[in-house]
């Protein structure tokens, strides 16, 4: 089955910065975004299941969600060029179709996905709000015709099953397991599957607390886990001059590479909890690289047309 073989295992590399030996506090980085350039990270996770079950149901074509610069979108159109199947993404904002040649040499995204051979549906963001809803499903089909669907994010039932195959039993030496949050699935993978002694710690990357009750609702437990809401930088997407000279330094500092929606957010929040001393001494924290990394390329230009400082490579 798809990505059974030569995937390499993730390695946790710890970081050594000077704020962590000044609090006495570990911190690793489990390299999920070493698995694959596109289908890397959590998107790999999510998608393991979900490309076997499409193919145990012998269907011939997925369909999916998402935004211009989703890495849900990319890694879906990767994934079902390994597995021989065909693809189809719903992607917000219908002005985007108008020139596709235009758009595909603006976005590199939608182009790296256009080249594993998805393709693509636009639609206008008022219509994208019914991405769940069946009448509107069923309109896609009558279009389409049959498919596999995969909600936008990729989080269902099978997603999170492959979330809960992140940490292993290496990983029990941890006391703190963070990760960035988007639709809730990673979270509520990790949080079904670590110990009884561990703690999820999740930094969302949307503004609000909508997500609390999403993952309880998605998740076996609710004693283990908590979002901490302080670090999204104005919701998603958001970022200000600070998160992209963290992002900077970090990769100087660590030569570890972290994207502006999701990671770098993360790691931010994470080195600002450990400065404020809500680690104790001597914890032990291992934060879960999601990839996402393909979409940086994107962040860059819109930097550049605001004279900004750029994230390195």
């Given at each position: 089955?798809?990505?059974?073989?030569?995937?390499?295992?993730?390695k946790?590399?710890?970081?050594?910065?000077?704020?962590l030996?000044?609090?006495?506090?570990?911190?690793?980085?489990?390299?999920?975004d070493?698995?694959?350039?596109?289908?890397?990270?959590?998107?790999?996770?999510?998608?393991?299941y979900?490309?076997?079950?499409?193919?145990?149901l012998?269907k011939?074509?997925?369909?999916?969600?998402?935004?211009?610069?989703?890495?849900?979108i990319?890694?879906t159109?990767s994934a079902?060029?390994?597995?021989?199947?065909?693809?189809?993404?719903?992607?917000?904002?219908?002005?985007?179709?108008?020139?596709?040649?235009k758009?595909l040499?603006?976005?590199?995204?939608?182009?790296?996905?256009?080249?594993?051979?998805?393709?693509?549906?636009?639609?206008?963001?008022?219509l994208y709000?019914?991405k769940t809803?069946?009448n509107?499903i069923?309109?896609?089909?009558?279009?389409?015709?049959d498919?596999?669907l995969?909600?936008e994010?990729?989080?269902?039932?099978?997603a999170?099953?492959?979330?809960?195959?992140?940490?292993?039993?290496?990983?029990?030496?941890?006391?703190?397991i963070?990760?960035?949050?988007?639709t809730?699935?990673?979270?509520?993978?990790l949080?079904?599957?670590?110990?009884?002694?561990?703690?999820?710690i999740?930094?969302?990357?949307?503004?609000?607390d909508?997500?609390?009750?999403?993952?309880s609702?998605?998740?076996?437990?609710?004693?283990?886990?908590?979002?901490e809401?302080?670090y999204?930088?104005g919701?998603?997407?958001?970022?200000?001059p600070?998160?992209?000279?963290?992002?900077n330094?970090?990769?100087?500092?660590t030569?570890?590479?972290l994207?502006?929606?999701?990671?770098?957010?993360?790691?931010?929040?994470?080195?600002?909890?450990?400065?404020?001393n809500?680690?104790?001494?001597?914890?032990?924290?291992?934060?879960?690289?999601?990839?996402?990394?393909?979409?940086?390329?994107?962040?860059?230009?819109k930097?550049?047309?605001?004279?900004?400082?750029?994230i390195?490579?």
């Amino acid at each position: 089955m798809l990505f059974q073989l030569e995937i390499p295992t993730p390695k946790n590399q710890q970081v050594h910065l000077s704020v962590l030996q000044d609090k006495e506090v570990e911190l690793w980085i489990k390299r999920e975004d070493a698995i694959h350039p596109f289908v890397s990270g959590n998107k790999y996770r999510k998608l393991k299941y979900n490309v076997e079950e499409a193919l145990k149901l012998q269907k011939k074509t997925i369909l999916t969600f998402g935004g211009a610069y989703s890495n849900h979108i990319a890694a879906t159109a990767s994934a079902g060029k390994l597995a021989g199947l065909q693809t189809i993404g719903v992607i917000r904002g219908d002005e985007l179709g108008k020139d596709l040649e235009k758009t595909l040499s603006q976005n590199t995204t939608l182009k790296e996905a256009h080249k594993n051979g998805m393709q693509f549906h636009f639609i206008s963001r008022s219509l994208y709000r019914n991405k769940t809803d069946e009448n509107f499903i069923e309109e896609l089909k009558k279009e389409f015709g049959d498919f596999y669907l995969i909600p936008e994010g990729g989080t269902n039932n099978l997603a999170i099953k492959g979330c809960e195959e992140i940490v292993t039993i290496e990983d029990e030496k941890f006391d703190y397991i963070c990760c960035a949050v988007g639709t809730g699935g990673t979270i509520s993978g990790l949080i079904n599957s670590v110990k009884e002694h561990q703690k999820v710690i999740g930094f969302p990357a949307l503004k609000g607390d909508f997500l609390q009750q999403e993952i309880s609702d998605l998740s076996k437990r609710n004693d283990n886990w908590e979002l901490e809401l302080a670090y999204h930088f104005g919701g998603y997407g958001k970022y200000n001059p600070t998160l992209i000279r963290f992002i900077n330094e970090f990769k100087k500092e660590t030569n570890i590479q972290l994207d502006p929606i999701y990671t770098g957010k993360m790691l931010f929040g994470i080195l600002d909890m450990i400065e404020k001393n809500q680690f104790k001494k001597r914890s032990k924290i291992l934060a879960i690289h999601t990839g996402g990394l393909q979409g940086i390329d994107g962040f860059n230009e819109k930097l550049k047309n605001k004279n900004q400082e750029i994230i390195k490579v």
